[in-house]
């Protein structure tokens, strides 16, 4: 930029540096407009000037550098959250209680010999799975029951039936049927079990009749 441009330009910021952000030259403050004028002149003070926005240019490239630092740190914290690993799993079983049923009603079972309960999520009193989170999760369950009267587990969903096992009466031996689904829960949603009216079904110290489930992933 030409020195005819470059003064006039100078001379204005110069003027009105009490009143903005523009860095004055040190020394400068007590100068009257023609002196600053004559200062431009001589070249002197477009040096000062400059030293004093290349200054400034450092100041703002630090600050910039340091909110940009903070920002990839924000950043790698939200993704961390979102990554959150929900460790749920249950694994029970009716335990040592020989028959249970047949009911003139249908009840919903409990199963008290807990393996393991990650999450806690399920309640080893009510026989009821909470979900404690959004997500996919797999449950499976096994019944064991003697073919002299039937036996008739259903798995439900917030009250609605998912899947079914149904051993008809034959005979007069053990039997053991099961059954497994994949299902899309919201948190706070209930999985449980529930025996048929009429129907039995056994367990021992074996733990043939079981009740799992896991979180696949989360929503």
Known sequence: MSRTILYPLLLLLFSSASRSEVPQAEGTEHLNVEERGALLAS?????????????ELAELRSTVS????RLQVTEEQLEQLKRKEYKVAFAAT???????????????????????????????????????VKGVY?????????????????LLKNGQQMITVFNHPLGDRFETGSNSISLTLNEG???????????????NENDHTSFNGHLLFSL
């Open 138 to 154: 797999f449950f499976t369950f096994s019944g064991h029951n003697r073919s002299s009267k039937a036996m008739g587990l259903r």
């Open 66 to 69: 340091s909110l940009k630092n």
């Open 189 to 203: 949603d209930h999985v449980y079990m529930r025996l048929r009216a009429n129907t039995w079904v056994f367990d």
């Open 94 to 132: 009716l335990g040592p209680i020989g028959n249970l049923g047949p009911f003139n009603t249908e009840i919903t079972l409990v199963y008290k010999d807990v393996f393991v309960n990650e999450g806690r999520a399920y309640n080893p009193t009510t026989g009821i799975f909470t979900a404690p």
């Open 43 to 55: 070249g002197e003070f477009e040096q000062h000037f400059l030293s004093g926005i290349h200054f």
